[in-house]
């Protein structure tokens, strides 16, 4: 993969992300809960203020949300400047960073323009709760899959090599 096309994943993943929780945002008063499958799932409009599973998100520091913003922009400037170099990584490691690009474009937009990210998909059995999340969240994860998949497969040898 070359060119645009990594950076073409990441500004579809990031256009779904904004569009869901555009929807979540105007439909849905905060705290608001709509079952979708009882016992299951639910989608809900949660507030973020911290990281990644709600980390820091009591945290009453003033310095919290500049440390969270800057460091998922040094994250971000670090899996564009990977993806300068697509034509020389596989297509798994293409996808997943550009996967991972796209959701932590997503994450960090909200985190700029309102200080907490919008999360909506609510899944849980019982008494287990996952934490909600977004689409955002859901391509990072399956890119960080994917780049784990990338590492653990076997790598072709060239000849003379």
Known sequence: MRGFVPYTIAAVVFALDRLTKR?????????DTH?????????????NRGAAFSMFADSTSPLRSFVLIGL?????????????NASRLDRFTVIGLSLILGGAVGNVFDRIMS????????????????PAFNVADSAI????????????KPK???AGA
């Open 156 to 158: 072709q040898q060239t």
């Open 72 to 84: 998922s922009l040094a994250a971000l400037a670090l899996v564009a400047g990977m993806l300068r």
């Open 23 to 31: 929807i979540i945002e105007n439909s849905m008063s905060v705290f």
């Open 115 to 130: 200080g907490a990210v919008t999360d909506f998909l609510d899944f849980y059995i019982g008494e287990l709760h996952w």
């Open 35 to 47: 079952t979708v499958i009882p016992g299951f799932f639910d989608i809900v409009h949660a507030r």
């Open 141 to 152: 994860v399956i890119g960080s899959g994917l780049l784990l998949i990338s590492l653990f």
